[in-house]
């Protein structure tokens, strides 16, 4: 070890007697830099979980595209045959015909208004079994000849509706009148779902295919939409490309990315500010140092003297202060990252700041720490304190020795 690495590790523990106030001060300069460190990585895992969390409700709920026709409300007539041109593309899991409409939805105690989703029997292009929060994904007959429902937990509180619960359905074209009334079906209600997306949870009853073209009059081969599954969601962005330019009018398909912007722009927003704005606290722990570092010097002014008319020139003294404000933001920048460690623990095992669901999308803060984050955060930190305790030493650095020992400094 160097003298250079000596001096400033010796600095740093402050043994001396003299030196409480300085390890006062030293110890300040340390909280702010782990406090700063901290803030900025916890707030960026907790972005990273909001992220991931919305993304992965939002990517298992609704298709990853929809081919609907540039009429609004026309239907696709010939399904079938669009099904099967679909079929070519390898970047396609699963393709499914959908029926959509409006309907009026009443269980014994409440009536609502809904969208009605008729998907395959056999199974949805979505993850919507994977949210499913009571009962069972099941839209077969049940042994009273009621086919199933599936519906969201909000749809379900507003109806005052549970598990094995009876809903009967309306539908009617216009105005109701003795020349136009409503198509009537009732259903079981066989399972409730919970994504926690209020759009989602209080909106949709999906039901089969078969039951929704009987209640909107819809022929068998015809359809609201198309509703389409990657292999890989990633794919997206490029496969929105490719199917757009294979479609031939009036047939246009449109992502998930552009169904759902608002959501995603909000979560887009959050990445892009919080990070900005929590980093103010690194900058102002980082120009701390400065003050810190310049009390080191000054309280080290005879040391300086003693060491240049020993022979030190004016590199290393500057070494030894830049060295010394270094180690004081590595020990800042460790307690943080421990710090920001434990919150993500303690959050993830006990969801300690919990969360309105209405607005939030979620019941507690998820957290998400990535690598990456602690690396970037650990490099701008250490760059930072670094700049801002070179002043100090090049001050020290410049400290006449004659002078020192002439006034006894």
Not at 78 to 101: M, N, S
Not at 144 to 154: D, N, Q, R
Request: with cysteine.
């Amino acid at each position: 070890m160097n003298f250079e690495w000596y001096l400033a590790k010796r600095y740093f523990q402050g043994k001396r007697k003299d030196s409480s106030f300085l390890s006062f001060i030293k110890a300040m300069a340390i909280t702010g830099v782990a406090v700063g460190s901290a803030g900025l990585l916890i707030a960026l895992s907790i972005v990273h979980g909001f992220k991931s969390s919305i993304d992965s409700k939002v990517l298992g709920f609704a298709p990853h595209f929809t081919v609907t026709t540039f009429s609004s409300g026309e239907p696709i007539l010939r399904a079938d045959t669009l099904l099967t041109k679909l079929e070519d593309y390898p970047e396609i899991a699963q393709a499914q015909a959908v029926i959509h409409g409006q309907a009026m939805i009443q269980s014994s105690e409440e009536v609502t208004g809904i969208l009605m989703k008729g998907v395959n029997q056999e199974g949805d292009v979505t993850d919507i079994r994977e949210y499913i929060h009571r009962g069972k994904y099941n839209l077969d007959k049940d042994s009273t000849g009621l086919p199933g429902m599936v519906i969201g937990s909000k749809l379900a509180k507003t109806l005052n509706a549970d598990i094995g619960s009876k809903l009967t359905t309306y539908t009617v074209e216009g105005l109701p009148s003795p020349l136009s009334s409503p198509e009537i079906k009732q259903f079981r209600l066989s399972g409730i779902y919970q994504t926690g997306i209020g759009q989602f949870d209080e909106t949709f009853a999906l039901v089969a295919r078969p039951h929704a073209q009987e209640l909107f009059g819809t022929p068998k081969n015809e359809a609201s939409q198309i509703e389409i599954r990657l292999t890989d969601y990633t794919q997206i962005p490029e496969f929105k490309q490719q199917i757009s330019g294979d479609l031939d009018f009036p047939y246009f398909a449109e992502s998930i990315y552009e169904k759902h912007s608002s959501i995603f722009a909000w979560i887009d927003l959050q990445e892009q500010t919080i990070p900005f704005v929590i980093g103010v606290m690194i900058i102002v722990a980082a120009f701390n140092l400065i003050g810190t570092v310049l009390m080191m010097v000054l309280e080290r002014t005879k040391d300086i003297g003693i060491l240049k008319t020993m022979g030190a020139n004016d590199k290393s003294i500057r070494y030894i202060f830049l060295l010394e404000g270094l180690f004081v933001a590595i020990s800042g920048l460790l307690i943080g990252i421990a710090l920001s460690l434990l919150f993500a623990w303690l959050q993830s095992t006990y969801q300690l700041i919990p969360l309105s669901e209405e607005n939030y999308y979620m019941a507690y803060a998820p957290v998400e720490p990535h690598g990456l984050d602690f690396v970037i955060v650990a490099g701008v930190t250490l760059l930072l304190c670094a700049l801002s305790s070179y002043l100090p030493a090049r001050i020290a650095a410049k400290t006449d020795p004659l002078k020192v020992i002439a006034y006894g400094r």
